[in-house]
């Protein structure tokens, strides 16, 4: 079966860190760009970071920079998005996907050529 499956999601203090992983199974993810998104109750899904096929072309989103970092691991077959210093701002459900797209800012932007989504993992900010 062909899937994204994210983890490592949950209840964070603000200012503290998670750790999200996004793992494929039935196809090899270094074949493809990699995204992760989230979406807020009420607002619109939005592009957080994204990352080529061998990880050399990285963007972010301007409301994570400094504090989020995307990497990959090919040989695991796993994409990794480590946040820190949360804000409540940041509660969202966060997805990640892959997709064909010829520039980590397409991805970012959800053009056409994504393949796979995952099933979303909640993130949620609070004291």
């Known amino acids: 079966q062909l899937q994204l499956v994210e983890s490592g999601g949950g209840l964070v203090q603000p200012g503290g860190s998670l750790r999200l992983s996004c793992a494929a199974s039935g196809f090899t993810l270094g074949d493809y760009v990699i995204g992760w998104f989230r979406q807020a109750p009420g607002k619109e899904r939005e592009g957080v970071s994204c990352?080529?096929?061998?990880?050399?072309?990285?963007t972010y989103a301007d409301s994570v920079k400094g504090r989020f970092t995307i990497s990959r691991d090919n040989a695991k077959n796993t994409v990794y998005l480590q946040m820190n210093s949360l804000k409540s701002e940041d509660t969202a459900i966060y997805y990640c996907?892959?997709?064909?797209?010829?520039?980590?800012?397409?991805?970012?932007?959800?053009?056409?050529?994504?393949?796979?989504w995952g099933q979303g993992t909640q993130v949620t900010v609070s004291s």
């Open positions: 990352i080529s096929s061998r990880g050399a072309s990285i």
């Open positions: 996907a892959a997709g064909l797209q010829t520039t980590v800012q397409a991805m970012c932007r959800m053009a056409r050529g994504i393949r796979f």
